[in-house]
């Protein structure tokens, strides 16, 4: 199955308009290998300014709300940061789902209303270390998946991302077996549910992924591009992670 390789950085609560030079880059890099599909999802207040300087990378928010409008003060709906200039949107992150006491149901509503107005999204998923270590990292990461799975999903508009907590700008990262065999038991988990178009959805890698992990990661069977926190910052460090995975795409193609 071909798949084209995506590569998101996200950069949660970083980012001034000083950094919207590296924003810009990244565009340029996202450009020089259109075999990769680049993206960028920024903090909100940049959003706007970010999709005007993104050259060939797409914007993306980091949260929704679930409700179109409403009475929440501080929160901003899927349609607001798309008419902002957001294609893509991040849902389930770990530092929401554990801060914020986001349930899968709650990730469940916010993807589809972020796909009612027409936004793609990147369902996060993962364990703690202590699931890991009890050996039952596979099943619960599969079990949160489907929880948190919305009604009707698909590849043209749903990717995964497989982020181990305990892996997230830690520096440390699950063997490669280990990832290879995650990311084909959430492609198992998803076929249970959506069937053959499981083979088409796009599996991301999440934790601690850098320039010199990439090429190994990006060459498992099921990972299918990264979801980059600290390393997407700059185009200096992106530019790494999405020429490994441009690599990849030739190299299969
Ligand atoms: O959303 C991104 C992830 O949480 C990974 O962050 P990291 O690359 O800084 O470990």
Not at 48 to 73: K, L, P, V, W
Request: charged share 20%.
């Amino acid at each position: 199955m071909d798949r084209r390789k995506l590569v998101v950085g996200n950069w949660k609560m970083n980012g001034m308009r000083a950094h919207l030079d590296e924003v810009e880059a990244i565009g340029r890099v996202a450009a020089q290998h259109p075999a990769v599909e680049v993206g960028l999802c920024l903090p909100a207040t940049l959003i706007m300014a970010g999709s005007e300087r993104r050259g060939a990378a797409f914007i993306g928010a980091q949260n929704c709300h679930m409700d179109i409008s409403g009475a929440y003060t501080g929160s901003l709906s899927a349609e607001m940061l798309c008419e902002a200039g957001a294609s893509w949107v991040i849902t389930g992150h770990s530092e929401r789902r554990e801060a914020r006491g986001e349930t899968n149901e709650d990730i469940a509503a916010k993807s589809a209303a972020a796909h009612r107005v027409g936004m793609k999204v990147i369902l996060c998923v993962g364990e703690t270390i202590e699931v890991r270590d009890a050996g039952r990292a596979e099943d619960v990461v599969s079990q949160q998946l489907l929880a948190s799975l919305p009604e009707g999903a698909a590849a043209d508009w749903l990717a995964v991302a497989y982020e181990p907590i305990w892996a997230i700008g830690t520096g440390r990262i699950p063997t490669m077996e280990a990832v290879a065999s995650m990311h084909a038991a959430l492609r198992a988990a998803l076929a249970t549910r959506i069937g053959a178009e499981a083979d088409k959805v796009r599996i991301l890698y999440g934790g601690s992924m850098n320039g010199d992990n990439a090429a190994d990661l990006m060459a498992l069977a099921d990972v299918d591009g990264g979801l980059v926190g600290g390393a997407s910052l700059s185009a200096a460090k992106f530019a790494p992670i999405i020429e490994a995975a441009d690599k990849r795409m030739k190299a299969a193609a």
